[in-house]
């Protein structure tokens, strides 16, 4: 029985060194796709703000980080913007699309480019959804 639980004892420090010996995630949040590589990679700050046409702020409005080709989008992140239209991602040098949505209005497709130094902050101009109405008539009725 003794040896039993030392042999326990032993796989769970084991398995406890073998987990804290992984390498951490990077900042942006998903796994580094060669996880050998010796160079960190470096992530970059974007920011920015989602307003009206009228420039008032947009609060929760959905931003969605993503990149590829279109046959194959992939999502980088997404985010929701604070109460004063402000969002913020982080994440390494590439060009990217931001799209950026809110129910109500157009939704919006702008390019990021992230260079070395960094992306400039950039504002995202949305307009009103065109809606249609439809009124019922006695002579449109079925």
Excluded: W
Excluded at 77 to 85: I, M, N, P, W
């Amino acid at each position: 029985m003794r040896a039993c639980l030392t042999l326990i004892a032993l796989a769970m420090m084991a398995a406890t060194t073998v987990a804290s010996a992984q390498e951490p995630l990077p900042e942006f949040g998903f796994p580094v796709a060669n996880p050998k590589q010796e160079k960190a990679v470096e992530v970059r700050r974007i920011r920015g703000i989602v307003v009206d046409e009228n420039g008032a702020v947009i609060p929760k409005a959905k931003v969605v980080l993503r990149k590829g080709k279109p046959e194959r989008i992939v999502a980088m992140a997404h985010h929701q913007t604070d109460s004063v239209g402000r969002f913020q991602f982080n994440a390494p040098k590439g060009r990217y699309e931001a799209v950026v949505d809110k129910m109500g209005l157009k939704q919006q497709f702008v390019p990021v480019a992230i260079s070395s130094k960094g992306a400039p902050g950039f504002k995202v101009v949305m307009t009103v959804q065109g809606m249609v109405d439809y009124i019922r008539t006695p002579e449109s009725s079925p």
